[in-house]
T-cell receptor
């Protein structure tokens, strides 16, 4: 099946630093989504991308749908302690609702 | 509160036992899915449904059954639990194809 490779696996940063993570696929995706998961909770949608080249922001978060439709990145600017969590990319390879997830990036922010 | 409700939150089963994980949403969403989450592997799709009476398999369907008799409910059945099914299970729903899912808070299942 379609595999998503998400990197890095984990990041340890200082409060105030910017963060960048990305996701690549072996095949074309029609939709890219970015989620954040806090401990003991389900993932929460951060940003949704629907067109190649699309760049979308949500507060300090910015995500882009790659031109090749095989990748996406998420940037977090000026990180704060509550940014701690696991960030997942997800993609929809077809026209149905079969959404596939990356393995996640675990973010730690040191005050 | 509107959203996706999963029960139970925790469950311990013995190998070979059966059980049903419940999922209900009150947002009138057509699309619902079940995922399992294992350490270092992200979320893997088990089964999904595009509407009442319609279900399909995801990446890892073996050992699980689903049905969708109403728009609101999408239960996941384990017919004969195995230790390999120890995981955290998430149910999710969305109102349209390709729109981001709303997730429940998960069921943590341990099979001994």
């Amino acid at each position: 099946g379609q595999q998503l490779n998400q990197s890095p696996q984990s990041m340890f940063i200082q409060e105030g630093e910017d963060v960048s993570m990305n996701c690549t696929s072996s095949s074309i995706f029609n939709t890219w989504l970015w989620y954040k998961q806090d401990p003991g909770e389900g993932p929460v949608l951060l940003i949704a991308l629907y067109k190649a080249g699309e760049l979308t922001s949500n507060g300090r978060l910015t995500a882009q749908f790659g031109i090749t439709r095989k990748d996406s990145f998420l940037n977090i600017s000026a990180s704060i302690p509550s940014d701690v969590g696991i960030y997942f990319c997800a993609g929809r390879p077809g026209t149905n609702n079969d959404m596939r997830f990356g393995a996640g990036t675990r973010l730690t922010v040191k005050p | 509160n509107a959203g996706v409700t999963q029960t139970p939150k925790f469950q311990v089963l013995k190998t070979g036992q059966s059980m049903t994980l419940q999922c209900a949403q009150d947002m009138n969403h057509e699309y619902m899915s079940w995922y399992r989450q294992d350490p270092g592997m992200g979320l893997r799709l088990i089964h999904y449904s595009v509407g009442a009476g319609i279900t399909d398999q995801g990446e890892v369907p073996n050992g699980y059954n689903v049905s969708r008799s109403t728009t609101e409910d999408f239960p996941l059945r384990l017919l004969s639990a195995a230790p390999s099914q120890t995981s955290v299970y998430f149910c999710a729903s969305s109102y349209s194809v390709g729109v981001g899912y709303t997730f429940g808070s998960g069921t943590r299942l341990t099979v001994v």
